[in-house]
């Protein structure tokens, strides 16, 4: 099971972090990406990271923007957002590959996704 958490309203050039744990096992040998969904449209791949966290994987709207990152001793994977802008707004949802080799830019290799936390960026 995965919950987010960390979403809210900030203002345009503003920060936040999300958080995502998982519980009722273990996290640590699966990649875990970040997607973003608006209203009337389909899930947008946002940020992935490996198992270790060594590699990572951006959208191109948010790269240099957003970092991935990865706790493994406690189950956690974050989404640091930096200079967000109205085009951020979207709900963000944490998901958990649990096949090793696909592609981590896609959101049908996901096996496992959380409840989404709600990012709103005033202009």
């Known amino acids: 099971q995965l919950q987010a958490s960390g979403g809210g309203l900030v203002q345009a050039g503003e920060s936040l972090r999300l958080s995502c744990v998982a519980s009722?096992?273990?996290?640590?040998?699966?990649?875990m990406g970040w997607f973003r969904q608006t209203p009337g449209k389909g899930r947008e791949f946002v940020a992935a990271?490996?198992?270790?966290?060594?590699?990572?994987y951006y959208a191109d709207s948010v790269k240099g923007r957003f970092t991935i990152s990865r706790d493994n001793d406690i189950n956690n994977v974050y989404l640091q957002l930096d200079s967000l802008t109205p085009e951020d707004t979207a709900v963000y949802y944490c998901?958990?590959?649990?096949?090793?080799?696909?592609?981590?830019?896609?959101?049908?290799?996901?096996?496992?996704w959380g409840q989404g936390t709600q990012v709103t960026v005033s202009s």
């Open positions: 009722g096992g273990t996290s640590k040998t699966y990649a």
């Open positions: 990271a490996s198992w270790s966290g060594l590699t990572t």
């Open positions: 998901a958990m590959v649990k096949i090793y080799g696909l592609d981590l830019t896609q959101e049908a290799s996901y096996t496992y």
